[in-house]
């Protein structure tokens, strides 16, 4: 099974929003409301942002949404801030009750 | 405070055997279904397989990558997963993550990661 499709780069000035999509199958992102976002920042050990497509998990800013349309699922950042310059990954539960990632996307934040 | 530590990473040849294993603290292990991700260098996540709870029957899924070469197993009684690892190919090595899974794909608290490096 191939990996969930993400962009390899988003860029975004301070203050700005940004979205990144994540595309699957109906096997998978299209199939399940079981879609998650990781944030990683450089030699750190992944962060839950968003769970089950739109839930943020305490702790998280709210500055932080998720959404999914069909077989594509998004990850919103408003207000954009220096500290979320990082890596962030998709992930979706899949039909053969597994699960698979996205390629990652790296944020720079301008 | 939920606390995950991988320990066993290292240095292995490749054929080899290593297991990994995941020592859990701050919550009630047995609950909860635990999964193994990997990280190969400057590469991004790869899902490597979970352990259901026993309410669920410890039931294991694994990807195909390591399907037949890579078994996990859990010992409640000491709040630890494993991650037995054998026929150890060049492409495993990797940072191996393990976290805690709350509902069906919410990976919610993560260890620091081990590295297993697979060289001749």
């Known amino acids: 099974q191939s990996a969930l499709t993400q962009p390899a780069s988003v860029s975004g000035s301070p203050g700005q929003s940004i979205t990144i999509f994540c595309t699957g199958t109906s096997s998978d992102v299209g199939g399940y409301n079981y879609v998650s976002w990781y944030q990683q920042h450089p030699g750190k050990a992944p962060k839950l942002m968003i769970c089950d497509v739109t839930k943020r998990p305490s702790g998280v800013s709210n500055r932080f949404s998720g959404s999914k349309s069909g077989n594509t699922a998004s990850l919103t950042i408003s207000g954009l801030q220096a500290e979320d310059e990082a890596d962030y990954y998709c992930s979706s539960y899949t039909s053969s009750s597994t699960v698979i990632f996205g390629g990652g996307t790296k944020l720079t934040v301008l | 405070e939920v606390q995950l530590v991988e320990s066993g990473g290292g240095l292995v040849q490749p054929g080899r055997s290593l297991r990994l294993s995941c020592t859990a603290s701050?919550?009630?292990?047995?609950?909860?279904?635990m999964t193994w991700v990997r990280q190969a260098p400057g590469m991004g996540l790869e899902w490597v397989g979970l352990?259901?709870?026993?309410?669920?029957?410890?039931?294991?899924e694994y990807a195909a990558s390591v399907k037949g070469r890579f078994t996990i197993s859990r010992d409640d009684s000491k709040s630890i997963a494993y991650l037995q690892m054998n026929g150890l190919k060049t492409e495993d090595t990797a940072v191996y993550y393990c976290?805690?899974?709350?509902?069906?794909?919410?990976?919610?608290?993560w260890g620091q990661g081990t590295l297993v490096t697979v060289s001749s």
């Open positions: 352990i259901r709870s026993k309410a669920y029957g410890a039931t294991t």
């Open positions: 701050g919550f009630t292990f047995g609950d909860y279904a």
């Open positions: 976290t805690r899974i709350d509902g069906y794909n919410s990976y919610d608290y």
